[in-house]
């Protein structure tokens, strides 16, 4: 059964740092394109970043770029979401996807991507 499994959201203050995981079972992930979302209560689901592993080249969103870095362990299976200098702004669920292709232009579109966790909650507040 292919799955995608995400950990490691909770409540952090202003200025506070979390790792997300992100777990696959079912495939491996160093074939395709791992990206990360999130969506805020009433906003539309937005593009965080994209990791391509054939050629180990990451796009980040302008809004986290300098702040949040993805990372993978090939052994586990497993993609990181490494986020620093957390912002009342970055509150929303954070979903990874995998998608059969490298990233491309079109990476922070949810169709690229035919793999879905459940999600994690993260939550920037004092």
């Known amino acids: 059964q292919v799955q995608l499994v995400e950990s490691g959201g909770g409540l952090v203050q202003p200025g506070g740092s979390l790792r997300l995981s992100c777990a696959a079972s079912?495939?491996?992930?160093?074939?395709?394109?791992i990206a990360w979302f999130r969506q805020a209560p009433g906003k539309e689901r937005e593009g965080v970043s994209c990791?391509?592993?054939?050629?180990?080249?990451?796009f980040y969103a302008d809004s986290v770029k300098g702040r949040f870095t993805v990372s993978t362990d090939n052994a586990k299976n497993t993609v990181y979401l490494q986020m620093n200098s957390l912002k009342p702004e970055d509150t929303a669920v954070y979903y990874c996807?995998?998608?059969?292709?490298?990233?491309?232009?079109?990476?922070?579109?949810?169709?690229?991507?035919?793999?879905w966790g459940q999600g994690t909650q993260v939550t920037v507040s004092s």
């Open positions: 990791f391509s592993h054939s050629d180990s080249v990451t």
């Open positions: 079912g495939f491996t992930l160093d074939y395709d394109a």
């Open positions: 996807a995998a998608g059969g292709s490298d990233c491309g232009l079109g990476w922070r579109r949810s169709a690229e991507y035919d793999y």
